[in-house]
């Protein structure tokens, strides 16, 4: 397999170009062969590359790279690992997605004799799916002081383990702005709480199809009744401190994603509410959009309105654009007219909050606009004059070869023109030209006629 000096070599280095030493020279060019230049973004993927390759070489080349993409590859020794991050100072993002990361670090650091140096310029860096265990996180957390966005998902993780073994205390980085964990069998929001405690700054936090059932903490019991609990303090030592509350570790949460996860209850939504910072949510394909309490899907309308009404602060809702204040008030009356003939204890807290604030409202006024299907009209031809039932749903040549009969002309040769009872006297018949115009088009009500002529 590849090192990365060799893939770097293969990629860059594959023509040797003499003639620019040979070439008269009328315009600055660069005496080096621009292919030979290896840029600030170095993208290697799926190369097989297993190792960093000649330490002095790699670094002449690779010294000014800022940003390496090495996903896909076969690295598997962090001594390797180190060795790259060693020989590439400037370097501010790192993604080592699916390579197989699963090794001891601290065998890493014996082999390369490692002095535990710092990378304080990575301010990103992707893990999705390495297989790293919570213990050579921590290290790689030591390593990365200035740290601003993690990607973790994809790794297996059901428990979160940030807590130093040596001194059982729980890691903080308050450098964290972003995690991503999309895809790891956490279930419970106590878990999920322990990388807000380890990331007090986090603003933006990535937990699709993960699967939470609730946001409670403790989780309640299937047979216990699934409202607001209140959350007791548990535990003295900061390594076992549960919060009391399931927003206490989120101060500063800003944007949250909760897509294909398991949230059931509306609970849950109104807990979100409380979220002091959360100002942009995304939460779809849950169960608790599947069906109402009349065993019914939600639609889409009544989904986004009941969020909004529940959800005070959020800006943004689901990637849509930003909630006005309109919107809002829409969405709040909404939520108390879709609660008001439902039994008290099914209406949330919120039904009372907004009653108190807009009132109670009466009923929206069901306006059917459906045209009528049938009408009664008088058909004229001639001399002849019936009265008959129109499908207003019909076209004008259905119309037209239904009168065949009654007027005795082929609905090739027949001009139909429509009389409205109320305008007639003023702007006269009105030819029905078009032939797969619907009747109802012509707002046609009982007393109308049709006047069938032949054409010349």
Request: include cysteine; aromatic fraction near 8%.
């Amino acid at each position: 397999m590849p090192s990365l000096l060799e893939a770097i070599v293969e990629k860059y280095e594959c023509f040797e170009d003499d003639t620019f030493d040979q070439m008269p020279i009328a315009i600055y060019v660069p005496r080096k062969n621009p292919r030979n230049m290896i840029p600030n973004l170095l993208v290697l993927n799926d190369c097989d590359i297993d190792s960093a390759g000649q330490e002095s070489d790699l670094r002449d080349k690779c010294h000014g790279v800022e940003e390496l993409d090495l996903a896909q590859n076969c690295l598997s020794r962090w001594s390797e690992v180190f060795k790259i991050l060693h020989i590439m100072p400037r370097l501010k993002f790192a993604n080592l997605s699916f390579n197989n990361l699963s090794s001891d670090i601290n065998s890493a650091i014996e082999v390369c004799d490692d002095t535990g140096e710092t990378y304080p310029c990575l301010k990103s860096i992707v893990l999705n799916s390495t297989n790293i265990t919570w213990r050579s996180f921590r290290h790689i957390l030591k390593r990365i002081p200035m740290v601003e966005e993690i990607h973790l998902s994809m790794n297996n993780y059901d428990v979160i383990d940030l807590d130093d073994d040596e001194h059982c205390q729980h890691i903080q980085m308050p450098s964290v702005k972003r995690l991503h964990f999309t895809g790891n069998p956490v279930s419970t929001w106590s878990e999920v709480c322990k990388l807000g405690r380890a990331f007090p700054n986090l603003e933006s936090l990535v937990l699709a199809e993960c699967p939470l059932q609730s946001l409670m903490t403790p989780p309640p019991s299937p047979d216990s009744h699934q409202g607001l609990l209140s959350y007791p303090r548990q535990g003295s030592g900061f390594c076992n401190m549960t919060l009391d509350s399931p927003h206490d570790a989120f101060t500063h949460l800003r944007f949250l994603n909760l897509n294909r996860t398991l949230i059931r209850t509306w609970d849950d939504v109104d807990i979100l509410g409380r979220f002091p910072a959360l100002r942009y949510l995304r939460i779809q394909g849950c169960p608790i959009f599947e069906e109402n309490s009349e065993r019914q899907e939600y639609t889409e309308h009544e989904r986004r309105q009941l969020l909004i009404a529940r959800l005070t602060c959020i800006q943004t809702l689901n990637g849509g654009a930003e909630i006005t204040a309109d919107d809002r008030e829409d969405a709040e009356r909404f939520l108390i007219r879709y609660y008001m003939d439902k039994p008290e204890n099914e209406r949330p807290e919120r039904y009372n909050e907004l009653v108190q604030i807009h009132g109670k409202l009466d009923p929206l006024v069901n306006i059917d606009l459906t045209p009528e299907s049938k009408v009664q009209v008088k058909i004229i031809c001639g001399d002849k004059c019936e009265q008959h039932i129109l499908d207003v749903y019909q076209t004008v040549n259905e119309l037209k070869q239904k009168l065949e009969k009654f007027s005795g002309i082929p609905a090739h040769r027949m001009r139909v023109f429509y009389m409205d009872q109320h305008v007639c006297s003023v702007i006269g018949p009105e030819e029905m030209k078009f032939p797969n115009k619907r009747l109802y088009s012509y707002n046609i009500v009982k007393g109308d006629q049709i006047i069938v002529d032949s054409k010349k």
